[in-house]
T-cell receptor
């Protein structure tokens, strides 16, 4: 069966520090991968999605970036965090055209 | 950009009542998905819809993929306290290679 792992679960980082959130999927090949951010428990904003290794689509201009170094690994990064980067970050995977499944999320607080 | 308009934003109901929420868009979707999210957790898939006009049930939940491919609704019958949470619709856009976008959510509160 397929599983998705996202870590860490919570993170407190100072303004200006770097960020690296990792997401890995097991039990499937060539999945679509997604990073979402959720502010204040409401809508999920699509940040990045990837349909293959090295293929990243960015949805929102920001100081975040994403990379997909391996088929089932998706990384969200920042060189310098801003206060506005605080939020709940969710990774998800799907087989194209089918339902998406989410990780447990990372609660990021920038202080 | 593409948007999903989800309504209502919140609902306060009595246990046992039925609930209805919907999503609309100006864009055409290949797939409609409905999720429920509990506080501090990732969304969990409730129902997936793949064909225009499709009507699918999952226990007390029923959802339909609109015939125009631009809308979907979710009904919950005989609500119970554990139905509390935020419900999201999501759609995969036609000809946009896997892009999956979400509505703003409907927060459901159920009074025992």
């Amino acid at each position: 069966s397929q599983t998705i792992h996202q870590w860490p679960a919570t993170l407190v980082q100072p303004v200006g520090s770097p960020l690296s959130l990792e997401c890995t999927v097991e039990g499937t090949s060539n999945p679509n991968l997604y990073w979402y951010r959720q502010a204040a428990g409401r809508g999920l904003q699509l940040l990045f999605y990837s349909v293959g290794i090295g293929q990243i689509s960015s949805e929102v201009p920001q100081n975040l970036s994403a990379s997909r170094p391996q088929d089932r690994q998706f990384i969200l990064s920042s060189k310098k965090l801003l206060l506005s980067d605080s939020g709940f970050y969710l990774c998800a995977w799907s087989i194209q055209g089918a339902e998406a499944f989410f990780g447990q999320g990372t609660r990021l607080t920038v202080v | 950009g593409q948007q999903l308009n989800q309504s209502p934003q919140s609902m306060f109901i009595q246990e046992g009542e039925d609930v209805s929420m919907n999503c609309t868009s100006s864009s055409i979707f290949n797939t409609w998905l409905w999720y429920k999210q509990d506080p501090g957790e990732g969304p969990v898939l409730l129902i997936a819809l793949y064909k225009a006009g499709e009507l699918t049930s999952n226990g007390r939940l029923t959802a339909q993929f609109g015939i125009t491919r631009k809308d979907s609704f979710l009904n919950i019958s005989a609500s119970i306290p554990s139905d509390v949470g935020i419900y999201f619709c999501a759609g995969q856009l036609r000809n946009q290679g896997g892009k999956l976008i979400f509505g703003q959510g409907t927060e459901l509160s159920v009074k025992p």
